[in-house]
């Protein structure tokens, strides 16, 4: 984790008595897995720093609700007790959540809108990335738009109905449309922009049930990915 990110760590977008929205930074975990005996902070443990109310709600998730992965920023929610964690967390199983992404993705979509429907899985061949299948365990369901398209590239907005591991990441390689900056999920002639240096996916807003009634998070884009798609922009006005 970079010392910009420490800077960064803790924005905070909301807090209640339940709950805290968090926007979180690019290259920092959520929480570490159980016996981690690294040095690396995660978003959790910093939270819980100035939010003692969070230590140890869901064991060592210190109230996440639920995860971006290291690399992805924007919302991410924190429950301050174990009863709205419960609540959270049946919200998502049960479907009662939106959650809205930009990412910009390798070569132009032709759709201007589309559904990936798979099940996913862990790749045999190699345990850190997921696949798609046809048949499996675990369906997976991702919604996506067209937002703008450049030269090599496509601006999209993407709406997960489900909350699989690496589920937008996995789905977007898989109609060949892999996530810009992405080192995990890439084709070999896969071209990103110069000033990208990390996957250009963000969590832009997240609509949920809440014990207070249905609220909604955003999270504007963050700076680096702005800057990205700024230069983008620039770009094509000039050719």
Partial sequence: MSKGSLEKV????YENHNLLAVNKPPGIVVFHEEGYKGEEKSLASLLSIKHPSLRNVGGIRN?????????????ILFAKNEKTLSFLQKALLEKKVKKRYITLVFKRVKKDEGEVKTFIERSPKDRRRQRAVKKGKREAVTFFKTIKKFK????????????????????????????AGDKLYRFKDQKDPPDLQRHFLHAEKIEIETPEGRMEFKAKLAEDLEKVLKNLLTQTKRS
């Fill in 152 to 179: 090599e590239h496509s601006l999209l907005e993407v709406f997960p109905e489900t909350g699989r591991k690496h589920q937008i990441r996995c789905h977007l390689f898989s109609i060949g449309h892999p996530i």
């Fill in 63 to 75: 109230g996440a609700v639920h995860r971006l992965d290291k690399e992805t920023s924007g919302v």
């Fill in 10 to 13: 803790p924005q905070i977008i």
